[in-house]
Every structure is written in C-alpha cells, then in structure tokens.
C-alpha cells in the first residue's frame, strides 16, 4: 500500500502565502511525476503544477509566476509553495503521485484565502 499524507493547508488572506507538503510512503520502487491538483465547491478537480523525476515543471496558466513546485526525490517529498493567494485559489488541495504501479491520492488539504 502506498501512503500520501498532506499537510499545510489553512485561512490566509488575499496577497499571503502558504506551503503545502505531501509525504509519501509504503510500497514505492519509483516516483515519475508528482503533483497538486485542486478542487472547489461545484468545480471540477483540475490540475495546479506537476513535476516530472527530472525536475521539469508544468502550471495551470491560473498559478504560473506564484506557486512553485518542488519535490525531494530521496524524502519522496513534495512542495508546493503558494505566494500572492487570491480568493479564487480557495479549494481542497490534492496531492497526486504517478508511479510504476499506478496513481496515487492524497485525502486532501483545505485552503482558504478570504479577509
């Protein structure tokens, strides 16, 4: 069994920023792509950032030149750090591993960004 455990999620307001982490654990040989993808009241899940073994990244055209994506390859880690939040960035934040064996999904993390 494969374990992804999130954390990082919380109330911030308009313009601040937060840091969502995602571990994980169990039965992993090899991790290709991880990634965060979100979901709003009434919306479809979509995707947020991904990035591949190698380092390379891809955005929603929503979050590019404010969230970063990051993972750590030995921990099987990864980051997402969120900077300038706007109201429409509130939604339950996923965590997404691609492996060998098949995809995997976080329980999810709440994020609202209100005044």
């Known amino acids: 069994q494969v374990q992804l455990v999130e954390s990082g999620g919380g109330l911030v307001q308009p313009g601040g920023s937060l840091r969502l982490s995602c571990a994980a654990s169990?039965?992993?040989?090899?991790?290709?792509?991880m990634g965060w993808y979100r979901q709003a009241p009434g919306k479809r899940r979509e995707l947020v950032a991904t990035?591949?073994?190698?380092?390379?990244?891809d955005y929603a055209d929503s979050v590019k030149g404010r969230f970063t994506i990051s993972r750590d390859n030995v921990k099987n880690t990864v980051d997402l750090q969120m900077n300038s939040l706007k109201p429409e960035d509130t939604a339950v934040y996923y965590c997404?591993?691609?492996?060998?064996?098949?995809?995997?999904w976080g329980q999810g993390t709440q994020v609202t960004v209100s005044s």
């Open positions: 990035i591949t073994s190698s380092g390379s990244t």
């Open positions: 997404n591993i691609d492996t060998h064996f098949g995809d995997y």
């Open positions: 169990g039965r992993i040989f090899s991790i290709n792509a």
